[in-house]
């Protein structure tokens, strides 16, 4: 299994942003991509995901097996901790490994309302989605926005040890050092031409 | 699927669901009109079919623009396209929640609304009726327009531009099999045309929504 990206070109609002991006991530490997803001790392994140289409270039990812997380958590404020995650498995037809709980430091959350929840309290539960969906590979976009330094090491930890060395895949966009040993790729030149011109219609699709 | 749809009527019922606020502006309308046009029997009798019919599509209306907006903004429609259930499920999903939690409730209020506009006594089998089998094609319909809508900052006015006129079969066909009931006559032809309407909505709108919905999610 591996996640293999050749020559992709993606497009926000029919614009291109990134063109001939080429990489491969094996098995139990992480890749961090680095770049300015706006240079599209989110926009290459979710063409990966299959949110949107892109304008050339191929990917090749097992089937059914990639997840997304992206700066929004899709917490809902009204359910419990336990009803959020337990939402998300059901989805994904798993179980809530009890496990998940300590993981991310949720034990003594769990039958908090997810809306009386802090900003990195909700970003943890929001990463423990990852950890109960069963995906094999994941596109994060800047999932450590709002932890702090110790939750960081938590994820990492999850990262690196549920998820890693069970042989996944996990392409991240960060700004910080998650301490994973990743190799990191700079997009800055992949930057697409400022007057490449996109399909025509693609901003109105 | 039953995931989804026990989380929207866990959500819907739960503080700032909405659950309720449909039913109480049915009531509230239904209310007023005797107000508005005077208790004559006369005059409520003959229109009460319409006014209900136009009442529970109007509270239909109401909590519309939620079936989408909510999971658009805190990034779970997102999560949602990428998981292994499809979007067209979902749309079904939350139509059949959004029916649970405000038709359903309307068509068993109806009938007790109907007193007060001195509706006639044979015509409640067919108000049920005809609303246990219109208002499912309000929702599955309202998805639609909500799928299309979603993530535009004051969609909920578009919606309902977009959504009335495609309701005009729903209320002719329903208030005219009411009124049909009311004066004795044989009511089959709208209440078959009502069931087609709201098989062939749920046959064929969920495609429509699913792609609308990954348009707006590009």
């Known amino acids: 299994m591996e996640l293999k990206v050749s020559d992709l070109t993606v497009a926000r609002g029919g614009i291109p942003v990134l063109e001939n991006v080429s990489f491969t991530v094996p098995a139990g490997q992480a890749l961090v991509l680095r770049g300015a803001n706006g240079i599209g790392k989110t926009t290459l994140l979710r063409t990966l995901a299959g949110l949107q289409p892109e304008q050339s270039g191929q990917i090749d990812c097992p089937e059914d097996e990639s997840a997304y997380a992206s700066h929004a958590d899709g917490v809902k404020s009204q359910l419990t901790v336990e009803e959020n995650l337990r939402f998300w498995a ?7 490994p009890d496990t998940i709980y300590e993981q991310f430091d949720l034990v003594d959350l769990r039958q908090r309302a997810a809306g009386t ?25 800047e999932p450590t926005v709002s932890l702090d330094r110790f939750s960081v090491k938590l994820f990492a930890d999850f990262l690196q040890h549920q998820h890693l060395n069970q042989g996944g895949i996990a392409v991240i966009a960060t700004h910080i050092d998650l301490g994973l040993d990743a190799p990191e790729m700079d997009l800055e030149p992949f930057r697409a031409a400022p007057d490449a011109a996109g399909g025509s219609d693609e901003a109105f699709l | 699927m039953i995931a989804l749809l026990l989380r929207d009527l866990r959500l819907a019922v739960r503080a700032g669901g909405g659950f309720g606020l449909g039913l109480a502006f049915f009531l ?31 509270s239909c209306l109401l909590s519309l623009d939620r079936i989408f907006a909510l999971d658009f903004e805190d990034g779970s429609l997102a999560l949602l396209a990428t998981s292994p259930l499809p979007l067209e499920a979902a749309s079904v999903t939350k139509a059949v929640a959004h ?52 993530g535009l900052k004051r969609g909920g006015l578009l919606l309902s531009l977009l959504v009335l006129p495609l309701y005009v079969p729903t209320l002719v066909f329903g208030a005219e099999a009411v009124r049909r009931g009311a004066e004795g006559m044989d009511a089959t032809t709208p209440f078959v045309m009502l069931a087609g309407i709201t098989f062939g909505a749920f046959a064929l709108l969920p495609f429509a929504s699913g792609a609308a919905l990954r348009v707006n999610l590009k």
Request: charged letters at 10%; zero cysteines; aromatic letters at 6%.
């Open chain 1, 117 to 141: 929840l802090s900003a990195g309290q909700k970003r943890r539960l929001g990463l423990s989605r990852l950890g109960v969906i069963g995906r094999k590979v994941l596109f994060l976009d």
């Open chain 2, 28 to 58: 509230i309308v239904i209310v007023l009109v005797p107000f508005g046009v005077g208790p004559d029997k006369t005059v409520l009798e003959p229109i009460a079919p319409g006014i209900l019919w136009v009442a529970a599509l109007l």
């Open chain 2, 99 to 150: 029916w649970l939690t405000t038709g359903l409730p309307l068509t068993i209020a109806a009938p007790a609304l109907g007193v007060l506009l001195h509706m006639k006594t044979d015509a409640y089998a067919y108000l049920t009726l005809s609303l246990a089998l219109g208002t499912p094609a309000l929702s599955i319909i309202g998805a639609f327009g909500a799928a299309l809508t979603v």
């Open chain 1, 90 to 96: 059901d989805v994904y037809g798993n179980q809530v």
